[in-house]
T-cell receptor, first 116, second 114 residues
Framework: AQSVTQPDIHITVSEGASLELRCNYSYGATPYLFWYVQSPGQGLQLLLKYFSGDTLVQGIKGFEAEFKRSQSSFNLRKPSVHWSDAAEYFCAVAPSGNTGFQKLVFGTGTRLLVSP | NAGVTQTPKFQVLKTGQSMTLQCAQDMNHNSMYWYRQDPGMGLRLIYYSASEGTTDKGEVPNGYNVSRLNKREFSLRLESAAPSQTSVYFC?????????????FGPGTRLTVL
């Protein structure tokens, strides 16, 4: 069965500092990979996704993620964090394939706190 | 476009009461989903509907039923609420298209069962 691990429950970063959130997955083949963000009291918003091709993926709000097959990882990065980035971040995977429909499996999330 | 809408936003129930959570999307998406979110557990899939006319169980379906009323609407019913069903419930939808399965989420319903 697929699984997603986000090893950090909470991370605190100073405003302006760089950020890396970790995500590891367990799956037999290369899955589709996603990062979602959830602001307090809100639904989830897609930051970026990886289906195939270039392993460095650019997303919205200045985020990027790098797929590393050898490490089964899809870490999220941002070079300079803003106070408005404080939120909860979820990594998710779905099996790759051509059916056009896949169920997502989510990690448990990482809560990002931004200090002044 | 409103995207994915959910009603109600908040609800308090007593143990044993029933209720239906409503979800609608105006993006002409084929697939719809119901998740619950609990602290430290991420989002877990309750039920999904891959296309109009079909529904299937997800990871945690016990105690829930769903209805795909039409292409736009997908409701979640709790027949006899239990305190363990206290959670935040999210509805999502996606277009069923090869290589594009981004899910769009509603704002959630916060349910408390006393």
């Amino acid at each position: 069965a697929q699984s997603v691990t986000q090893p950090d429950i909470h991370i605190t970063v100073s405003e302006g500092a760089s950020l890396e959130l970790r995500c590891n997955y367990s799956y037999g083949a290369t899955p589709y990979l996603f990062w979602y963000v959830q602001s307090p009291g809100q639904g989830l918003q897609l930051l970026l996704k990886y289906f195939s091709g270039d392993t460095l993926v650019q997303g919205i709000k200045g985020f990027e993620a790098e797929f590393k097959r050898s490490q089964s990882s899809f870490n999220l990065r941002k070079p300079s964090v803003h106070w408005s980035d404080a939120a909860e971040y979820f990594c998710a995977v779905a099996p790759s394939g051509n059916t056009g429909f896949q169920k997502l499996v989510f990690g448990t999330g990482t809560r990002l706190l931004v200090s002044p | 476009n409103a995207g994915v809408t959910q009603t109600p936003k908040f609800q308090v129930l007593k143990t044993g009461q029933s209720m239906t959570l409503q979800c609608a999307q105006d993006m002409n998406h084929n697939s719809m989903y119901w998740y619950r979110q609990d602290p430290g557990m991420g989002l877990r899939l309750i039920y999904y509907s891959a296309s109009e006319g079909t529904t299937d169980k997800g990871e945690v379906p016990n105690g829930y039923n769903v209805s795909r009323l039409n292409k736009r609407e997908f409701s979640l019913r709790l027949e006899s609420a239990a305190p363990s069903q206290t959670s935040v419930y999210f509805c999502a939808s996606s277009i069923r298209d090869r290589g594009n399965n981004e899910q769009f989420f509603g704002p959630g319903t916060r349910l408390t069962v006393l």
